[in-house]
């Protein structure tokens, strides 16, 4: 059974710590029947606010076994663990694995028993775990969260991504206290809440979990044929001020039309506490951060399109699941996707903020979204990577070589039944919607190793009786990626855009393409590549990784503002790697001015002959820049 990343990191970090090995584990006796595989069908799950103690029922499926062996992650500290009612023949916790021995006395499904106090403690930089938090006004915000393989820090769960299950949850409470938790709501009195889980199953990165807050008021957002939403804030909050209730309606109704009813049945609640990611989706449950309407706004509506991107994964993430945690950028990708396209046909230009956050991602990815790296790149670094290059290359990109409506009909087969699926299922799909194979698409665009060798676009043009554009792409590895570039043609006046595509098609023979299109009744001053961020490429010739004793000319595309050009020869300019890439949650500042380099201020593309319009390059000067921290940011959508 396969440890969580999370738990092999913390454990590595202990062994450490010690400065030698634990002793092996004595050899379990009185062992009849073989390793039983397993599957967890129900998690009957008591928690209890005050004390964190967890109590767990797990039933099981053997396929009719009657003794033996299993194994399933949990943490150390697991007691009173029994078989059926009664104590295990043997048990012990052996490097984030229970092994319990048993044999079964009773006609059925075996269960297993145990108990647990959950630590007050949060995981890798992340909320997952135990936490209390005070949010503005300082009431305190209760979570029990779990996340992609981390569900066995909060007791025996088997955390492979791709298993779903039914759930029961019976949490004990403070007289008052608000509680929610997935499934189906209940208050059998006042100090408890139950939650029952018992039709569409859930994976348990998302269904474990608890939430609770005292000042929770429930206020009404929906109550029509496509659902209920309930938002539970504390009176001043800002998120009923920022969710419009009629919005609300009307995506809840453009997504059921598309993949069905709500999955987890026709009440949706939606909280806002002190979070750190930016959303959680659950079971029949949404947790904002409570803060979204102050946060920069990398999206046009911070809250909006936050509550519309965890709806989608109701059924993208939830009802239909990863089928391994390197699976996670299809369920990321869906959601951000799907969102995007409700913005684009119903919320005026909100869709472009949406795509220059996702172009501004993209571009400085680290990984490939398939990434055959050795060794894998830690889960906590590549899930935070994908949240550009993941719609874009798995699903926009795919919009212009295949068409829009072919991309959502390959989602809605692909989300048609709950059950696992992985990146080559989404590929399937999208195949079977098209008619057409994507391997070329998916080996350059999707699978590698290392930092992605994005493509640059050089751009040249002639005007005669037309205007003739030749369009090459350049990367490191030579690469040419199977895409549709997007142009504008731009004059002096702000009116004077015209913009065209040129396809290099799904099976590209060659680096350049070449296009003729009518001359516009004005004087072409510069083509500028992918106006709409469509495309994942890179906006100046300072490649990612550069080619000792290479560089191209200034005859490329025109480079934008602030891109550091240093003087190879008189006459001609050589474009390097100046480029300063900031990670995720950081931006990029200029700290001061650094002799000897020309700082490109605009240049306009010259066209074949070598005849530059409106060139105005240069003062001789240049900065250097840092990386910070941006306010806010860096926490993600989940």
Not at 255 to 261: E, K, Q
Not at 450 to 476: H, I, K, N, S, Y
Request: proline share 8%; hydrophobic share 40%; aromatic share 8%.
């Amino acid at each position: 059974m396969p440890l969580s990343l999370l738990r092999r990191v913390l454990s590595l970090l202990v062994v450490l710590g010690l400065g030698c090995e634990s002793p092996a584990p004595p050899p379990i006796k009185d062992v009849d029947g073989p390793p039983l595989a397993y599957a967890v069908d129900l998690y009957d799950l008591a928690f209890d606010l005050t004390t964190r103690e967890l109590t767990s029922r797990l039933w099981l499926d053997v396929k009719g076994a009657r003794e033996g062996c299993l194994s399933i992650p949990a943490p150390e500290g697991v007691t009173d663990v029994r078989w059926q009612g009664v104590p295990a023949v043997s048990t012990r916790t052996v490097d984030g694995t229970l092994e319990v021995c048993g044999r079964s006395l009773l006609e059925g499904a075996p269960w297993i028993d145990s108990r647990y106090v959950v630590p007050e403690a949060t995981h890798l930089y992340t909320q997952v775990g135990f936490s209390r938090r005070p949010d503005l006004h300082g009431d305190v915000f209760s979570y029990l969260l779990g996340w992609v393989e981390s569900c066995d820090f909060l007791g025996p769960c088997d955390d492979a991504p791709d298993r779903l299950s039914h759930f029961t949850f019976e949490v004990t409470h403070a007289p008052g206290a608000v509680v929610l938790c997935p499934g189906t709501l209940s208050h059998p009195d006042e100090t408890h809440t139950r939650c029952e889980l018992l039709g569409t199953r859930a994976p348990t990165y998302s269904a474990f979990m608890v939430a609770s807050h005292p000042a929770w008021k429930r206020t009404r957002l929906v109550d029509s044929d496509v659902g209920r939403v309930d938002l539970y804030e504390a009176p001043g909050g800002l998120l009923w001020p920022a969710l419009d209730a009629a919005v609300v309606e009307d995506f809840l109704r453009w997504m059921t039309a598309r993949f069905g009813p709500l999955p987890y049945g026709p009440e949706l609640r939606v909280a806002a506490a002190p979070t750190e990611w930016l959303g959680m989706e659950h079971p029949a449950n949404i947790v904002l951060r409570d803060n979204l309407p102050l946060l920069p706004k990398v999206y046009a509506n911070m809250a909006l399109h936050t509550w519309m991107h965890e709806v989608v994964h109701q059924w993208a993430g939830n009802r239909t699941t990863l089928a391994s945690a390197r699976d996670y950028p299809w369920k990321e990708a869906v959601a951000e996707y799907l969102t995007y396209v409700y913005e684009d046909e119903h919320r005026d230009g909100e869709a472009a903020s949406t795509l220059a956050y996702w172009d501004r991602l993209a571009r400085t990815a680290s990984y490939h979204l398939r990434p055959s790296d050795v060794p894998a790149p830690p889960f906590i670094s590549f899930a935070n990577d994908i949240y550009g290059s993941g719609p874009m290359i798995l699903l926009l990109q795919l919009e212009s070589l295949l068409g829009r409506a072919q991309v959502l009909a390959a989602l809605q087969v692909f989300l048609a039944e709950p059950g696992a699926r992985s990146i080559a299922d989404l590929r399937a799909a999208l195949e079977g919607a098209s008619g057409v194979s994507l391997q070329r698409y998916f080996e350059t665009w999707v699978d590698g190793a290392g930092e992605p060798d994005w493509p640059f676009f050089q751009v040249e043009w002639r005007e005669e009786q037309a205007l003739t554009l030749t369009v090459t792409q350049r990367t490191v590895a030579g690469t040419v990626y199977p895409c549709v570039v997007e142009l504008e043609l731009q004059g002096d006046a702000p009116e004077q855009r015209q913009r065209f595509t040129v396809s290099y098609g799904l099976e590209p023979l060659s680096a350049t393409v070449r296009a003729t299109v009518p001359l516009p009744p004005w004087t072409v001053r510069r083509v500028e590549v992918d106006p709409r961020n469509r495309l994942v490429n890179r906006r100046s010739a300072g490649l990612l990784r550069e080619q000792p004793g290479s560089g191209f000319e200034l005859r490329l595309q025109r480079p934008t503002e602030g891109d550091a050009l240093q003087e190879d020869r008189p006459g001609q300019l050589a474009i390097r790697l100046h480029e300063l890439r900031c990670g995720r949650g950081f931006t990029r500042v200029r700290e001061e001015d650094v002799p000897g380099r020309i700082q490109l201020r605009s240049m306009a593309v010259p066209t074949t002959d070598g005849d530059a319009h409106d060139a105005s390059v240069a003062e001789r000067r240049s900065v250097r820049a840092r990386c910070v921290r941006q306010p806010g940011l860096g926490v993600g959508i989940r």
